[in-house]
């Protein structure tokens, strides 16, 4: 668990891993430098708790070598990776764990995510149904045609020796960095889902890092670029067909790209994003220029210009709404 100036969510991160049952579980919480009482917190928990550990870095590094901190002290064989602004569900480590033991080829375990603001869903979740395991080239398959990142965080299980094989977060990825993470462990084994229940609760409020520093549809994109290039890169040699792979991820990235443009029409008409936005979709694949998608956003374009009618004229708004909401209900479901 990392700590940057958010001391007032600490206690209930740190109660939501202690009171895990069926599971023995430690807590490394690194104090990024903060500003607030984060560090006072943190050690008034390590004082009532000897299974709570606390680092205090001498300066702000920044939540990705604070993570990597973390994962270096991190001593049993699972890990989970807890922001201090989220919590666990009730059994969340235990129902991970059991998967994992089972399926021993399996490097990632998640479930289904819920978001809250002020205080966690209250009662335990429901029992799990079962368990869903993707071999790792079928589970990145799925992220290659559709390149988004389908799990959160706090409801992640890795195990150990397979963070230790393929590495923790990189510096370059600031936004995407789990993301990048979660592709990599799959290269190195199975991944797993834990169906019909709740693994992590995950907090929404306007402080945190995807509400600040990491907002915007564009800037998403481009660190889900670095953060495809990054798998490509370093475990190329782990890949069945990389070269078919990267040329269907481009492709994937391209027809987004050019969604994003879409979507940004349907909401009110260009912004400065969109030019930027073109040319990444010309440079993951050239050949999107003769899409149906392409040039219905250049005719829009066009529109705008000497009309001002983009915001009235949306075709295909109503097919990328029904498809959009699909893909929530299969992300709730099944976690892809």
């Known amino acids: 668990m990392t700590c940057y100036n958010y001391g007032r969510f600490l206690p209930v991160a740190v109660s939501s ?12 919480i690194v104090d ?10 943190a050690n008034d928990l390590a004082a009532g708790d000897h299974r709570v550990r606390v680092i205090s870095l001498p300066r702000n590094v920044g939540h990705i070598r604070a993570t990597n ?65 993707w071999g790792g080239e079928e589970w990145l398959s799925s992220r290659f045609r559709r390149p988004h990142n389908t799990i959160r965080q706090p409801e992640a299980m890795m195990r150990r020796d397979a963070i230790d094989e393929v590495g923790g977060l990189r510096d370059e990825i600031q936004a995407a960095s789990d993301f990048a993470m979660w592709l990599r462990l799959a290269t190195a084994g199975s991944v797993g889902y834990v169906v019909g229940t709740t693994q992590g609760y995950y907090r929404i409020h306007g402080a945190s890092l995807q509400q600040t520093v990491h ?15 990054n798998l ?21 990235l391209a027809r987004d790209a050019v969604r994003i443009v879409a979507t940004t029409l349907d909401e009110g008409g ?8 073109l040319t990444i979709a010309r440079h993951q694949d050239p050949s999107v220029v003769n899409a149906p998608s392409w040039r219905a956003v250049q005719w829009r374009l066009k529109v705008a210009t000497r009309h001002d009618l983009a915001a009235r004229v949306v075709p295909g708004a109503a097919a990328r709404n029904i498809q959009d909401r699909v893909l929530r209900q299969r992300w709730k479901r099944f976690g892809v």
């Not at 569900?89 to 490097?107: F, I, K, N, Q, Y």
């Not at 475990?235 to 492709?251: D, E, F, G, I, S």
Request: charged share 25%.
């Open 17 to 28: 891993v202690l009171t895990q049952v069926g599971v023995e579980t430690d807590i490394t």
């Open 32 to 41: 990024d430098c903060s500003t607030d009482d984060s560090l006072d917190v």
């Open 69 to 133: 901190e973390a994962f270096a002290h991190a001593g049993g064989p699972y890990v989970v990776k807890l922001d201090a602004d989220d919590a666990l569900p009730p059994g969340s480590m235990r129902r991970a764990v059991d998967l994992m033991a089972c399926h021993p080829e399996v490097t990632l375990a998640y479930g289904p995510v819920r978001t809250f603001s002020e205080s966690p869903p209250a009662g335990d979740p429901a029992a799990p149904s079962r368990w869903l395991v």
């Open 215 to 229: 907002a915007g549809l564009l800037f998403d994109l481009q660190q889900r670029i670095l953060a495809l290039d």
């Open 232 to 252: 490509f890169d370093e475990r190329w040699a782990h890949l069945a067909n990389p070269t078919a792979a990267r040329a269907r991820v481009r492709r994937a």
């Open 270 to 277: 260009p912004d400065d994003s969109i030019p930027e936005l």
